[in-house]
Every structure is written in structure tokens, then in C-alpha cells.
């Protein structure tokens, strides 16, 4: 057998294989696992020049899979404003006014994490209530979800759209009695024309609308957007991970990425996808297939169409079956007519595309799943592992529909109301107390044999993998005699491993520790086994291998 480059000893190894799933040691060799067993194994591959890591009993694992997340837009959220936490009037000044000072040159002035209960219970924030934070810049609040967002007057009055604005379906621009703009905006088409201020110019956000920059760009803007990206890389490796699954994509990405590549900084395996938004014509798909063939090296990939269904159900955007329970004669409405959308994913899926569905209400699964199923009518049934983002809201008669069509659900356990941080309101009152047996339905899924991939969905929600991990042990019912959808240890870091690399289609090469495979591996600070649930959230990667390198230490 070959010499180790690099052993691992001493370690609590959870290698995600079925047929050996604990170990003691490692080696690798180049960029692959070369044996998986006990010390004495593994120590006799080495020799003077084999690198040797000594766990100290901590958990060592296959590197971890962000299965969701806008690595552009959440790296550059890091520079903004943060209202985690934030309540009520005062706090927010003290929040926003610092910021506004710190940054006397930015055109708008943006904060991430906003409460929908920002001003109190059922309290809807109005752009006067901003005013009276921030009167004289543009200022713009983002929820959590980063569906819904809400400006001053100024911001609103700068984009033209404090009288209103005719906008695309599915987005909203709240109206206040006196015919002016409320202050709350919903989904893209409504708060887009007020982030189009910001000083940036909205490169990093561009992929989320699947559109490339204007203009030609100079080599500090590149140089600055690349900074971002690694800024965004360099944090998701501290955390474990050594593959992303990025949700929104353009090809400026794809070249910004392409370059880090190069020049060796891509310390994660990077796929991007092609955004079918509902604006772009089906023939566009063309443009999907060409990126497939131009971005495929051992890192950097475009392998998948990302599609949005719906919106979020806190701003009752997404669409569901029956009325929302709060606003009777209200279901949402669908951002693709089912016609449309069964075109695309039966033109996708003839190319060989895996595609990828923002759905969060059960009307919006439902459609997903009727187009998956005309994708399969039309050109036979393969590997496709299509998959739905979210699952929030399922209707039981869909449910055999995942495994019967093998479609991945890509949860979040973050997401659940009151698991993590995210408020029970506006979400459990829209929902209706008599479907909440049916939110977030992991239980189900599992005893259906439906493949699970969990993400944060980052900035939406911490990337921090072991805060999602506590929140998927922890969850719990809503009322007694519901079923807490919760996870074991080791289903929630099967779904940051092999779940994950299965729902990339990467799982014959990553994903679990098995001789051969690559050797993507985290070294935890910790033996997550032994952690008590509530110091779980704060273990961190004491080191992280991609293909064999380091790519972090702490």
C-alpha cells in the first residue's frame, strides 16, 4: 500500500459507511482517503514525512456539505449592519445611527435580520416608524428570510416607488391608506428598485435575479468582489465545510470563483447554478447546459437549474392549498403557471440538469412535483435527484410523491419557527393551528425513505452547521400530541454529510470515510458524542481538509 502524506490519530471517527461506520485513525495519500481503521493500521502507512494530526478523542467526520446557501450575498452581509436581537425603537437607533456614521458615503444604508415583530407583537413597521430611526438616508431593513424588507421614506422616494409601482407577480408593494407606500415590501420586484441605490452596485446580490453586471467592470471591483468570496470561503471552511451547494448564480460568479480557483484559494467545492427566473424564456436552458461544460474541474461546477415557486409564508407569499387561516380568500400565487414550469423541468431534465425548486407551501410543492413528474412522463425515469428547498409546509397526500419521483428535500433546520431564531409569529397564524402536524415534516419524510440534505440557506439563516445541528436535536412540537419532527445526532450530521453529497450527486467520491473516496474530513474541536445538547452549538472545526489540504486550522 501506499505512504500517507497525512494520518489522523486518536480520533472518534464517524465515517457516514454503513458497513464500518466508526474508526480510530485515517490516511490519506494525495487527495484520497488511503485507510480508515486503528491506530496501528493507520500508523503503519507512515513514515519521517507523513504530517501527523492527533485528534485527542475528538469526533472526526467526512467534511461537511452547505446544501443551501448565497455565498456572495451572505459574504458580503458580514459588512452590513446586524439586527439580531434588535426590538423596538431605541434599540434600533442605537443600531442604525452608529452604522450611518461609520459609513458617511454609502448610498443605502442596509441591515440584515430584521424581527417582523421589529416594534412589538402584530405590529406592521411603517416607514415613519424607520423615519423616526433614520430620517435623512436611505435605510432598508431586511427580515431574516430575506423575503420581505421595509425602507424610510427617503429610500422609498429616491426609487420611485413611494406612490407605488405596478410590480411582477408574486411581489408586493404594501399600500398605506393614504395611497402612499407603507414602508413594507414584498419579495424581489417590490424591493429591488430601492437596493438598486446601494454603492456596490448590487454585484453580489445579481445572482439572485440570475442577471450578470452592466458595464464593464475595473479590476478593483473584481479584485473587491473577490474579496468578498473569499471572505465568505475562508468562513464556511472554519465551520467544517468543504463543499457548497449555492442557490443563486450568474457567470460573474462562476468567473470570480473560476479565478480564486486559480490561484488555489478555493477552499471549497463550489457548485453555481443557472437561475431560471420566471422572466427568462425556456430556450434559455441552453445557457445551463454551456455553463455545464465550461465550469466542471474538480472544484468549481454548474450542474443545477435553480427555480423559485413562491415566496416565504410570514409574508404570505407563499402559496398553499387552502386559504392562509389569517387571510381568508388568500392562497398566494404561483411565480410559474404550471404549464410553464412542467415545460421547464421537462426540458431540464432532458439535458440532464438537476433541478432545484424554492417551494415553501403546499400548493407550491404540489406544482413542484407535478412538473417533476412531467419531467419524468416525457423522458423516462433516471437518477436525477431533483429536489425541493425548504419543504416548510406539505400537503400528507404529496408526501409518497417524493419517493416515487426521488426527489431530495433540502431542509433547513434553522427555519422552523421557535427552533432557532426565528420568531413563532407571523408564521404559526398564517399557517393555522389544524396544519401545523404537517410543517417542516421531517418525521414523515424519514419514515418515507425520502433523502435529506441539510443548510442553513445562509444569510437567511447562521451557517453555522452545529447551531442548525442543536436545533434539528431540540426541536420540539408546537402543542402536545404533534409529532417534534426532531433529529438524533447522527441524522442531523448524516444530513451535513452523506445527505448532502448525495444531493449534490457527489456521494460516489465524498460524503463518507471510506478508502479511495476524497479526502474531504473535519476534525472537530470536540467529541460531539459526548457534548452535552446544550454546549453542542459551540464546538467548531479544529481543522479542515479538502482533497488532502488543509484549508483550515484553528
Same mark, same amino acid.
Given at each position: 500500500m501506499s505512504r500517507a502524506d497525512m494520518i489522523i490519530l486518536n480520533g472518534h471517527v464517524l465515517t457516514m459507511n454503513d458497513a464500518a461506520p466508526f474508526a480510530q485513525a485515517l490516511a490519506i495519500a494525495g487527495d484520497r482517503i488511503l485507510a480508515v481503521g486503528t491506530n496501528e493500521d493507520v500508523l503503519a502507512l507512515a513514515d519521517s514525512s507523513t504530517r501527523r494530526i492527533d485528534a485527542q478523542q475528538a469526533t472526526v467526520m467526512p467534511g461537511m456539505t452547505e446544501a443551501h446557501l448565497h455565498l456572495f450575498s451572505g459574504a458580503f452581509g458580514l459588512r452590513l449592519c446586524q439586527l439580531d436581537g434588535v426590538h423596538g425603537l431605541d434599540a434600533l437607533r442605537d443600531k442604525v445611527q452608529p452604522?450611518?456614521?461609520?459609513?458617511? &458615503?454609502?448610498?443605502?444604508?442596509?441591515?440584515?435580520?430584521? &424581527?417582523?415583530?421589529l416594534f412589538g407583537s402584530g405590529v406592521a413597521t411603517t416607514r415613519q416608524m424607520l423615519d423616526a430611526a433614520l430620517p435623512d438616508r436611505p435605510l432598508i431593513l431586511f427580515a431574516g428570510d430575506h423575503h420581505t424588507a421595509w425602507a424610510n421614506t427617503v429610500a422609498l422616494e429616491r426609487a420611485g416607488i413611494l406612490q407605488g409601482r405596478e410590480v411582477s407577480v408574486g411581489s408586493e408593494i404594501v399600500m398605506a391608506a393614504d395611497g402612499t407606500a407603507s414602508g413594507e415590501l414584498r419579495e424581489h420586484g417590490a424591493f429591488d428598485p430601492v437596493m438598486e441605490l446601494r454603492s456596490s452596485g448590487g454585484r453580489e446580490g445579481l445572482g439572485l435575479g440570475g442577471v450578470e453586471p452592466e458595464g464593464d467592470l475595473t479590476p478593483a471591483q473584481r479584485a473587491e468582489d473577490i474579496s468578498v468570496l473569499l471572505e465568505g470561503l475562508k468562513l464556511c471552511s472554519s465551520y467544517g465545510f468543504t463543499s457548497l451547494h449555492n442557490m443563486d448564480g450568474n457567470r460573474y460568479q462562476l468567473e470570480l470563483l473560476r479565478e480564486i480557483e486559480a490561484d488555489g484559494g478555493l477552499t471549497c467545492r463550489t457548485d453555481i447554478p443557472f437561475h431560471l427566473t420566471p422572466s427568462k424564456p425556456i430556450e434559455s436552458l441552453q445557457e445551463a447546459s454551456q455553463l455545464r461544460e465550461e465550469f466542471a474541474s474538480d472544484r468549481l461546477s454548474s450542474r443545477?437549474?435553480?427555480?423559485?415557486? &413562491?415566496?416565504?409564508?410570514?409574508?404570505?407569499?407563499a402559496v398553499l392549498v387552502e386559504d392562509y387561516a389569517d387571510t381568508p380568500g388568500w392562497k398566494g400565487d404561483l411565480l410559474h403557471t404550471p404549464e410553464r414550469f412542467h415545460a421547464a423541468a421537462i426540458e431540464a431534465d432532458r439535458r440532464g440538469l438537476q433541478i432545484a425548486v424554492h417551494a415553501i407551501g403546499d400548493a407550491a410543492i404540489r406544482n413542484v412535483l407535478d412538473g417533476y413528474q412531467a419531467a419524468r412522463e416525457a423522458n423516462g425515469a433516471r437518477d436525477s435527484r431533483h429536489r425541493i428547498e425548504h419543504v416548510e409546509l406539505l400537503h400528507p397526500d404529496d408526501l409518497p410523491r417524493f419517493v416515487e419521483l426521488g426527489v431530495v428535500a433540502s431542509m433547513q433546520p434553522s427555519h422552523p419557527p421557535g427552533a432557532m431564531d426565528f420568531p413563532l409569529e407571523p408564521w404559526i397564524s398564517r399557517v393555522g393551528e389544524e396544519r401545523w402536524?404537517?410543517?417542516?415534516?421531517?418525521d414523515d419524510l424519514r419514515r418515507e425513505g425520502v433523502p435529506i440534505a441539510f443548510a442553513s440557506d445562509w444569510p437567511v439563516a447562521d451557517v453555522n452547521p452545529m447551531r442548525s445541528v442543536k436545533a434539528a436535536i431540540a426541536r420540539r412540537a408546537w402543542k402536545p400530541g404533534l409529532p417534534d419532527h426532531a433529529s438524533t445526532l447522527m441524522q442531523a450530521l448524516h444530513g451535513y454529510t452523506l445527505g448532502g453529497a448525495y444531493a449534490g450527486h457527489e456521494d460516489h467520491r465524498l460524503g463518507s470515510l471510506v478508502p479511495g473516496l476524497l479526502a474531504d474530513i473535519v476534525i472537530m474541536d470536540r467529541d460531539l458524542e459526548a457534548t452535552q445538547l446544550s454546549d453542542i &452549538?459551540?464546538?467548531?472545526?479544529?481543522?479542515?481538509?479538502?482533497?488532502?489540504?488543509i484549508t483550515w486550522e484553528a
Open positions: 452604522y450611518a456614521r461609520a459609513n458617511p &458615503d454609502e448610498a443605502l444604508l442596509i441591515c440584515k435580520a430584521a &424581527d417582523y415583530n443545477r437549474v435553480k427555480m423559485f415557486m &413562491d415566496g416565504v409564508i410570514d409574508s404570505a407569499t402536524r404537517w410543517a417542516f415534516p421531517l &452549538d459551540t464546538a467548531r472545526a479544529a481543522v479542515t481538509i479538502c482533497g488532502g489540504q
